[in-house]
């Protein structure tokens, strides 16, 4: 089964100076959501320097060309949607990019590698990874 990758095991890992190529250490195919490209991309945006924002794109370049990345399509939205819809019944709403990450991997039956267990173990049905 597929694992998707949060944005937040992206930054540990380029923080850490681990390569992404090499994988995380979870013998399963790799994937990111073209919204965990999104965010991933506004820190190389976010460079305040011309050397930093060269290494950022040469270390997301090569994350990117590692693994798979994946288009938000109709059964995603409607997973995000109905977990949002039940995330405000519950009255604890999380943010829509990490909604629309979460459908992703609840659409297609993937697990969701994440740090960030406090906001996306709060979705149902969500099979959350932490690492």
Known sequence: MTILLDTSVLVARERAGIDLAAGVGLG??????????TEYWK?????DTVRRRKERTDRLRAAVEAIDIVDLDRADALAAARAWAGLERSG??????????????LARGWSLATLDRRDFGRVAGLQVLEL
């Open 28 to 37: 399963e195919p790799l994937a990111i959501s073209v919204i965990t490209l």
């Open 92 to 105: 604890s709403v999380i943010g829509a990019f990490d909604l629309l990450i979460a459908g992703t991997a």
């Open 43 to 47: 820190g190389v945006e976010r460079a």
